[in-house]
């Protein structure tokens, strides 16, 4: 059941209904702006990733900024970004089952749609929904540059798979996906580096042996916000997948440059406002922010800009935060923000996005591919 929002334009920070997902549109504007700053001239254009943000209002801000389209991971977030205008989007995944291969044809019918595929059963299920549907889909291979996921092997396996495509007349070859998840959180610079590069070379090393074959290859994707810079670089993708990098978490900040201190590319833009429940111990603030309010699963929030405060474990509805002294204990009432440590998962958790510029709200946006599984 769609939530009332938490807030209302024209309301300060402190008036709003906890929990709540906070975006500080100055800071998300931005990691938009910087994204398309990073990456002009390089010869890479940004298909950036709704599955962290899943708006087609956000996804409208980031193509104003030059992004060709989005790339989702489920058939239903897809349908929610189409419908809401967004006219390029890869399925950066591969979809299997009668009903969602189905409905993944019927929307080539509004945006241009393309899907992954890692298997020659995939690609005859996809044959036969695309037949069905009258349309003719787009299909990428999907190759194992590192990950360890999905993916067939760089090489003769993949150019046998995209020949298989190319020889259907109900789809086309569309290129290779080759996105390193694993990568974007590797901590050390070099560590990132020496994945990415050899991510890179299965891809040329592929690109090559398609070109042997007689098969062009219009699309290379993948790159995330963690070392989306070296994609780029690489002169072999065409196209970059960052995702978090409009908000930023607690776990990309824990990535370190060169000299070893924390990326700075991109500001803390995503939060979650919490409220004081309860201070009965000394040393101890619980919130009303546990589980159902931010993930863990990347390590715990931060409690933005409070250093002496430390949130420390969670129930279902309880986020417990350990004081460094008594006099910095918070008190009932009080509200703090939150840095969740995953911004992807703690996203799907609401239905609204409060936008907030200098501590009053300004606009709110729903969350419209919220627990779009299928």
């Known amino acids: 059941m769609l939530q009332p929002p938490p807030a209302a334009p024209g309301m300060r920070e402190d008036a709003i209904d906890t929990p709540a997902l906070l975006l500080d549109l100055d800071a998300f504007e931005h990691n938009l702006d910087t994204m398309a700053a990073h990456i002009a001239g390089s010869g890479a254009k940004l298909r950036a990733h709704a599955k962290t943000h899943k708006s087609p209002v956000i996804a409208a801000r980031q193509m104003a900024r030059g992004a060709i389209g989005q790339c989702v991971q489920k058939v239903a977030e897809a349908e929610i970004l189409a419908w809401g205008g967004v006219p390029d989007i890869l399925v950066s995944n591969e979809v299997v089952g009668r009903q969602k291969l189905a409905r993944l044809a ?22 036969e929904a695309a037949e069905a549907a009258g349309q003719r889909l787009s299909v990428l291979v999907e ?5 360890g996921r999905c993916g067939v092997a760089p090489g003769p396996d993949a150019v046998a798979l995209a020949q298989r495509i190319a020889a259907s007349p109900h789809l086309r070859f569309g290129g290779l996906q080759a996105y390193h998840g694993s990568a974007q959180h590797l901590r050390r610079p070099d560590q990132r580096q020496a994945a990415i590069a050899a991510a890179a070379e299965g891809a040329r090393r592929t690109v090559e042996q398609l070109r042997q074959v007689g098969l062009d290859c219009p699309i290379v994707g993948g790159a995330g916000t963690g070392t989306f810079a070296l994609e780029a670089a690489s002169g072999v993708y065409t196209e970059l997948q960052a995702g978090s990098y409009c908000f930023m978490d607690a776990d990309y900040a824990r990535n370190l440059d060169a000299a070893g201190q924390p990326v700075a590319t991109f500001r803390h833009a995503l939060f979650v406002l919490a409220g004081v429940m309860s201070a009965a111990r000394p040393g101890i603030a619980v919130l009303d922010a546990g589980h159902k309010a931010v993930p863990t699963d990347s390590g715990p929030p931060l409690v933005w800009q409070r250093p002496d405060l430390t949130y420390v474990s969670a129930s279902d509805e309880h986020g417990t935060l350990a004081c460094a002294s008594e006099t ?29 510029r200098r501590g009053v709200v300004e606009c709110l946006w729903p969350v419209a591919a919220r627990g779009a599984m299928t």
């Open 106 to 127: 019927a929307l080539s019918g509004i945006a241009r749609v393309a899907v992954c595929a890692d298997d020659a059963a995939q690609v005859a299920m996809l044959a």
């Open 143 to 147: 190759i194992d540059v590192g990950a």
């Open 328 to 356: 910095a204990a918070p008190k009932p009432g009080e509200k703090l923000r939150l840095v969740p440590g995953h911004c992807d998962p703690t996203v799907d958790r609401y239905d609204w996005y409060v936008g907030l």
